[in-house]
């Protein structure tokens, strides 16, 4: 499995992981820009949610956490103001998760950092 495939796969089952834990989902794989992107945009109450995912194959990897960098936050904070201000949602409060997926073991485990940055 190539690496966009395995991110297409991950952020599939981090869909139906944050629609089963009642969040609504708002958008998947905005562009701001060539750099920044959001993987998902999801409401959960009266909170927006800007989530990365990062879907491991093998512990060799390093975890999802360790990839979304000070840079990599920058780019996602840069794609969020975005597309807040595109879709009029300036008075709305926010939050950046990020969700891990391993796939290695017998199921897919996955992770929910909450605030991650």
Known sequence: ???????????ELACRYLEKNGCEIAARNFHASR????????????L???????????PAA??????????K????????QYYMMRNRLT?????????EISLWGDAPEIVWLKNAF
Not at 92 to 98: G, N, S
């Open 48 to 58: 927006l949610l800007f989530v990365e995912v990062k879907t491991r194959f093998s």
């Open 73 to 80: 936050q920058r780019h996602i904070r840069y794609a969020a």
């Open 35 to 46: 750099a920044a992107e959001l993987d998902i945009v999801a409401k959960e109450k009266n």
């Open 91 to 99: 008075d709305i409060p926010c939050r950046f998760d990020v969700l």
């Open 62 to 71: 390093g975890s999802g956490r360790e990839a979304v960098t000070i840079a």
């Open 1 to 11: 499995m190539n690496t966009r495939a395995l991110g297409a796969y991950g952020e």
